[in-house]
Antibody, heavy 111, light 111 residues
Framework: EVQLVESGGGLVQPGGSLRLSCAAS????????MSWIRQAPGKGLEWVSL???????YYADSVKGRFTISRDNSKNTLYLQMNSLRGEDTAVYYC?????WGQGTLVTVSS | DIVMTQTPLSLSVTPGQPASISCKSS???????????LYWYLQKPGQSPQLLIY???SRFSGVPDRFSGSGSGTDFTLKISRVEAEDVGVYYC????????FGPGTKVDIK
C-alpha cells in the first residue's frame, strides 16, 4: 500500500527553523516527483515545493530562499527544511505525489 | 505564474441532483508532451485531499463513475451526475503543467 507519513511539525518562533520529514512506503521517492503543499488554517491549498526524480527542485515565490526540499533515498524519505519562518508560514504541511497525500503536519509560527 | 479560478465558490445541492464546477486557467494547460495536466481533488472535512480526476478526464482508481471531468486548453469542468451525502467537502482543481497551482476551492454541501 502506498503511504506517506509526515512528521516534524510544531510551534516555532518567528525567524526560527524546522525540518519536516515525510516517510514513504509502497513506492520509491526517487522514482517520481514529490511535492510539499500547505494549507493555512481555514484557507485553501498552496503548492510550496517540488523535487523531480532527476533531483531538480522548484519553489513557490513565497518560500524561495528560505525553504529547501530534499530526499534521502536510503531512507525513502522526503524533507522540507524551513528557515527564517514567518507567521504566514503557519499551516498544515502535506507531502504528496499526485495520487497520494500524507495526513499532514501542523507548523505554527508564533512568539 | 498561472492563476486558477473556480466558479462557483460554494454550492448547495439536493441529494440525487447534478452538480457542476468550472475551473479556468490563465494560460493553456496543454503540455509540450501533448498531455493536459489538470486534476480535481476533494477534501472532505478533517481529511487530506483525495484525487478524483487526473489529466482532465481520467477517473482515479476507486472513484465512483458519477464523477466526470472534461475540458481543454484553459476551461475545465467537474460534473457530479447525482450528488450523494458523502460528496460534501471542498473541491479543488490543480494544474500541473507549469509547476503546480491550485484553484481557490468550491465548497459543496447538501441542502
Amino acid at each position: 500500500e502506498v503511504q506517506l507519513v509526515e512528521s516534524g511539525g510544531g510551534l516555532v518562533q518567528p525567524g526560527g527553523s524546522l525540518r519536516l520529514s515525510c516517510a514513504a512506503s509502497g513506492f520509491t521517492v526517487s522514482s517520481t516527483y514529490m511535492s510539499w503543499i500547505r494549507q493555512a488554517p481555514g484557507k485553501g491549498l498552496e503548492w510550496v515545493s517540488l523535487i523531480y526524480s532527476d533531483g531538480g527542485t522548484y519553489y513557490a515565490d513565497s518560500v524561495k530562499g528560505r525553504f529547501t526540499i530534499s530526499r534521502d533515498n536510503s531512507k525513502n524519505t522526503l524533507y522540507l527544511q524551513m528557515n527564517s519562518l514567518r507567521g504566514e508560514d503557519t499551516a498544515v504541511y502535506y507531502c504528496a505525489k499526485v495520487e497520494v497525500w500524507g495526513q499532514g503536519t501542523l507548523v505554527t509560527v508564533s512568539s | 505564474d498561472i492563476v486558477m479560478t473556480q466558479t462557483p465558490l460554494s454550492l448547495s445541492v439536493t441529494p440525487g441532483q447534478p452538480a457542476s464546477i468550472s475551473c479556468k486557467s490563465s494560460q493553456s494547460l496543454l503540455h509540450s508532451d501533448g498531455k493536459t495536466y489538470l486534476y480535481w481533488y476533494l477534501q472532505k472535512p478533517g481529511q487530506s485531499p483525495q484525487l478524483l480526476i487526473y489529466e482532465v478526464s481520467s477517473r482515479f482508481s476507486g472513484v465512483p463513475d458519477r464523477f466526470s471531468g472534461s475540458g481543454s486548453g484553459t476551461d475545465f469542468t467537474l460534473k457530479i451526475s447525482r450528488v450523494e451525502a458523502e460528496d460534501v467537502g471542498v473541491y479543488y482543481c490543480m494544474q500541473g503543467t507549469h509547476l503546480f497551482t491550485f484553484g481557490p476551492g468550491t465548497k459543496v454541501d447538501i441542502k
